[in-house]
């Protein structure tokens, strides 16, 4: 199986920053696209930002030019640096993950989710 692994979440005043991580562990071959997801209270999951095993990006246009998504491959780990936050902001955040994964005697292609961490921004 394979698990991943938030951190980074919590309270933090309107403009200020927070770095969220997500580390991948388990049966693991590869990883393809990796993102950070959101829902706040009330409302649906939403793509925040993604980024493929090469690099490329994508951003919703709501935290363009202040959140920055990146990924360590050689540690399965996807990073979102979140700057000069908004209330708008607060959600649970979570990790997901295209993974590869070694299943005896072949691989399988699954998609994986984090349990989520919170992001609270309020003065």
């Known amino acids: 199986q394979v698990q991943l692994v938030e951190s980074g979440g919590g309270l933090v005043q309107p403009g200020g920053s927070l770095r969220l991580s997500c580390a991948a562990s388990?049966?693991?071959?590869?990883?393809?696209?990796m993102g950070w997801y959101r829902q706040a209270p009330g409302k649906q999951r939403e793509l925040v930002a993604g980024?493929?095993?090469?690099?490329?990006?994508n951003y919703a246009d709501s935290v363009k030019g202040r959140f920055t998504i990146s990924r360590d491959n050689a540690k399965n780990t996807v990073y979102l640096q979140m700057n000069s936050l908004k209330s708008e902001d607060t959600a649970v955040y979570y990790c997901?993950?295209?993974?590869?994964?070694?299943?005896?005697?072949?691989?399988?292609?699954?998609?994986?989710w984090g349990q989520g961490t919170q992001v609270t921004v309020s003065s």
């Open positions: 980024i493929t095993s090469g690099g490329s990006t």
């Open positions: 997901n993950a295209d993974v590869l994964r070694t299943v005896v005697p072949g691989l399988s292609r699954d998609t994986y």
């Open positions: 388990g049966s693991i071959s590869s990883i393809y696209a």
